[in-house]
Every structure is written in structure tokens, then in C-alpha cells.
């Protein structure tokens, strides 16, 4: 497939992979025509897709983070408030320095998550390629309906427990303890993660595709929106939605520390015995939350 789809989008990683090496690595770089992917090493596809998550993910945070900020913390009413009743509670330093911390983050991540997309190149996954027949009801259902919920509910149930792992006295300090600095969180949180940490409670996403079939499209998308939820959940703004561990349910983790660990939904932590709901406390219950400016 030669059509030269938005860095690859509609082809998946490989497609990605390989749009990359012809049209951007073989004829900027490296300044030849031909295109034989069969002899690329293993190092050089590490690096591009090394190259391609971490500029991905960059572009994905450094447009929607900067907007999500302006319009949910930076703008304020005639009372002086803001959506996210948000205010520098926690010194002028926050944000640059969540910025600083992810960005680095965000580039070792992407060189840890890159074995994955290998071996998905290489075939070793149930990723699947070609769609279903026109008249196949039970394929289409799947690829659209079934393996998306099957990904939801793997996902969450795993990273439940990763998180719940890492609040753990012997791993808290020295991984987790980071993405825990700041408890009033910005859309700037959502990277601001000890690498092995997001990387640990990323895990889930990669190991779901080498048990259990998805189409490559769906997984790509599947990637995306886990991180654009990354991103939502910490940026302290939420709907009322039934079984959704939304933003408020994760600034009530970061504030309260041991409730609300799970990723989407509440089930595990009602399971778990760690549910708080966040709408019985500020500023989710209506009261204000006394401003304390700091330095």
C-alpha cells in the first residue's frame, strides 16, 4: 500500500515504519531510491520507531496540554475563578517543571516501548491485518465492538493493579513517588512520570495485542486514545458519568493518595475497597478550595 497517509496513520506501526524509512530516513537522510526494508537492521527500525512515538507523543502533548491549560486554568471569571478551581496552590515552579519531567520521560518511555512495536512488525502478535468480509457480521462486530471493550476492560484491570503495586511502600519511593510531587495535577501531569513507571503501567496496551486478536488500525487508535485519557484525567475537570473513573475520581487519588487507582472505571476500586467518590469532597461537592499561593 503506497498511499501517503498522514505519517502512516491508516497503515499501523509497520506502515509507519516503513513509510518513514522510504520516503523520510532512504530519501532525506541516506539520499538513495530504493526501498528494501528486508535489509534494514534492527537497530535502524529501533531508532525509527523510537523517532516516531517519542514525536507523536511530543506533538500530542505540547498542542492539546498548552490548550487544555488555557481554557480550563489560565482564564478566569469575573470572580477571579477558574474551571478547574486550580491556583498555583503549589508554587509558580509546577508546570515548568512537569514539562521538563516529561519531556525526558516521554523520550525514554518511547525507547522502552519500542521493543513492542518490533515485535509487531515482526509478527509475533495477533494483530491482524486485512478486514473482515463485507458479509461478516461476527468480524466487523469484533473489530469494531468486541476486541475495543476486550482492550477496556484488560487494560484497566491490569493497570489497577500495576498502580495499586506501586503504591506499595517498597516501590512508591523510588518510582512512583515522582508523578506524586504535585497533588493539585495540570494537563502537564498526565507525563510527568518516573519512566519505569509510565512505562510499567503502559505494559498492559503491548501485552493485550499478544493475547488476543486486533486489527492494527484499532490498536493504533486504541493507542491514541489512551493518550488523550492520560491526558484528561489529570487536568481536574469531569462529567458526572456512571462507572467513569474520570478527572475528578484521579485528582481524589493524588490528593487522597490511597483510593482511585483505576484507570477508566470504578469497578476494581469498589472491588478493592479503594473507591472514594469524589463528589462527596471540594471542590467537586461545591465548596471552594482556600486558595494558598506559594512561591
Known sequence: ?????????????????????????????????????????????????????????????????????????????????????????????QVRNEIKLSAWSICVMAGMTAPFELLVEQGYTKI????????????????????????????DTCVYWIHRMLHHRLLYAPIHKLHHKYKETTPFSAY???????????????????????????????????GLWTINIHDRTTMKLPFVNGAAHHTIHHTGFNYNYGQYLVFWDKIGGSFRDPFAYAPYNGEKIKERKTE
Not at 4 to 33: A, C, E, M, Q, R
Not at 131 to 155: I, M
Open 192 to 226: 510527568a512520570f518516573h519512566p519505569l513507571d509510565g512505562w510499567l503501567q503502559g505494559c498492559p496496551y503491548h501485552v493485550f495485542v499478544f493475547l488476543f486478536p486486533m486489527h492494527h488500525v484499532t490498536y493504533f487508535m486504541s493507542l491514541a486514545m489512551v
Open 1 to 93: 500500500m503506497e498511499v501517503p497517509t498522514v505519517i502512516g496513520l491508516g497503515l499501523g506501526f509497520d506502515g509507519t515504519s516503513n513509510w518513514i524509512n522510504k520516503h523520510v530516513v532512504d530519501k532525506y537522510i541516506l539520499g538513495v531510491d530504493e526501498f528494501k526494508p528486508e535489509e534494514y537492521s534492527v537497530a535502524r527500525k529501533f531508532f525509527v520507531l523510537w523517532t516516531f512515538l517519542t514525536i507523536f507523543t511530543y506533538l500530542l502533548y505540547f498542542t492539546l496540554c498548552p490548550v487544555m491549560y488555557h481554557f480550563l486554568y489560565t482564564k478566569r471569571d469575573a470572580a477571579g475563578n477558574n474551571v478547574a478551581a486550580w491556583n498555583w496552590r503549589e508554587g509558580k515552579d
Open 128 to 155: 491482524y491485518w486485512d478486514l473482515p468480509a463485507r458479509d461478516d457480521f461476527g468480524g466487523w462486530f469484533y473489530l469494531l465492538v468486541g476486541s475495543p471493550l476486550l482492550f477496556l476492560a484488560f487494560s
